[in-house]
């Protein structure tokens, strides 16, 4: 039955995991339809929990970089091999490029038989210049301030909304597609001592929640961060900039839209 929609966080980590802690993944479901954003290293294991591999509806991966992706692999075995049954491929939409990134990847693994990945996913990269419908939801992207092409990512249903800052750099693209949504998720990579060297691609707390001020969003979720960040630290510093309510995501925090 469909019930009113929920983000869950399935993984809360930057690129080194913080203990226990899984990366970058977010799944927002509303017990009849489920879509996941990223699914990072460590990330399939707590998104379980919440929806199986028999019945995410699909996944949508903001960039190709491992803490964004790499739990497709064992997802790719789950489907295989694993006990659940889904009646059609889990479809996956990549970022332009990613499906050859994805194809080097797996070819490590050429000798499993059969089509390591088409056997159970479609493949599809989105085009970030147009919207994508998926189950009753739109989304739109933003390219963002990264090392490689990464994209925001917003989800509106039935009045709800929520923007995805995916990785980035201070951007005037993500604030923009974040424009008065109900619930930007942002990523707070950066400690406040922290300076990037030569061309920038993550936000500190700080930047986050003046992201978030700028755009004129509801709420603040910050996420994508390490183990040297403190979810107090960084809540004190982004309520400097940001009057608006303010959370640092956790594994398995879970949000009403
Ligand atoms: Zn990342
Ligand atoms: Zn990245």
């Excluded at 599809?124 to 939801?137: F, M, N, T, V």
Aim: proline residues 5%; aromatic residues 8%; contains cysteine.
């Amino acid at each position: 039955m469909s019930a009113n929609p929920r983000l869950i966080v399935a993984g809360s980590s930057s690129s080194v995991p913080r203990p226990d802690r899984a990366c970058s993944s977010y799944l927002i479901e509303d017990g009849e339809s489920s879509v996941v954003f990223d699914l990072g290293s460590g990330s399939l294991a707590n998104l379980r929990r919440y929806v199986d591999y028999d019945r995410v509806g699909a996944i949508v991966i903001s960039h190709m970089h491992a803490d964004h992706f790499l739990d497709l692999i064992p997802l790719r075995y789950a489907l295989c091999y694993g006990s659940r049954q889904r009646k059609a491929k889990l479809p996956i939409y990549l970022p332009p490029g990613g499906l050859a990134t994805l194809k080097r990847l797996v070819s490590a693994f050429a000798d499993e038989g059969g089509e390591f990945l088409t056997d159970v996913f479609t493949l599809d990269e989105y085009d970030p210049s147009r919207p994508l419908a998926l189950d009753g939801a739109k989304l739109r992207f933003a390219p963002t301030a990264h090392f490689v092409p990464a994209f925001a990512i917003r989800w509106q249903r039935n009045g709800a909304s929520l923007t995805y800052s995916a990785d980035t750099a201070p951007d005037a693209n993500v604030t923009a597609l974040a424009r008065g949504c109900d619930l930007f998720l942002c990523e707070a990579t950066l400690r406040l001592d922290e300076r990037e060297i030569g061309p920038r691609g993550h936000s500190s707390g700080l930047e986050a929640a003046e992201m978030a001020r700028d755009a004129g969003v509801e709420r603040l979720v910050l996420t994508h961060y390490g183990e040297e960040s403190t979810a107090a630290d960084l809540d004190v510093v982004a309520r400097t900039r940001y009057a608006g309510p303010i959370v640092v995501a956790d594994d398995h925090a879970v949000f009403s839209l």
